[in-house]
Nanobody
Framework: QVQLAESGGGLVQAGGSLRLSCAASGRTFSSYAMGWFRQAPGKEREFVACINWSGISTYYADSVKGRFTISRDNAKNTVYLQMNSLKPEDTAVYYC??????????????WGQGTQVTVSS
């Protein structure tokens, strides 16, 4: 079984930055791809970014491309989401997901509990 725990969320002004972390435990972290999703109040969960097992391949939603960067440190069993130039529309609960790749939530086997990101205007 894999456990995922997000951290790093908070309140930030528009134009600011945050870095989210997701620590994994359980199965060998380096063997599976990871992703980030988010869910705003009253909206469906949406894809943000994903990264393959080695970190070489990444994929982003158009809404965050050029502003967000996903990365991983397999030695620390951790995946990161660096978020720059934040906008109020980025406000959401951000979820870490593991065991899948791409923009469909159903492809991922493991999920964290989420961390709140709030961007004020």
């Amino acid at each position: 079984q894999v456990q995922l725990a997000e951290s790093g969320g908070g309140l930030v002004q528009a134009g600011g930055s945050l870095r989210l972390s997701c620590a994994a435990s359980g199965r060998t972290f380096s063997s599976y791809a990871m992703g980030w999703f988010r869910q705003a109040p009253g909206k469906e969960r949406e894809f943000v970014a994903c990264i393959n097992w080695s970190g070489i391949s990444t994929y982003y939603a158009d809404s965050v491309k050029g502003r967000f960067t996903i990365s991983r440190d397999n030695a620390k069993n951790t995946v990161y989401l660096q978020m720059n130039s934040l906008k109020p529309e980025d406000t959401a609960v951000y979820y870490c997901a593991g065991g899948g790749y791409g923009d469909l939530a159903d492809r991922y086997d493991y999920w964290g509990q989420g961390t709140q990101v709030t961007v004020s205007s």
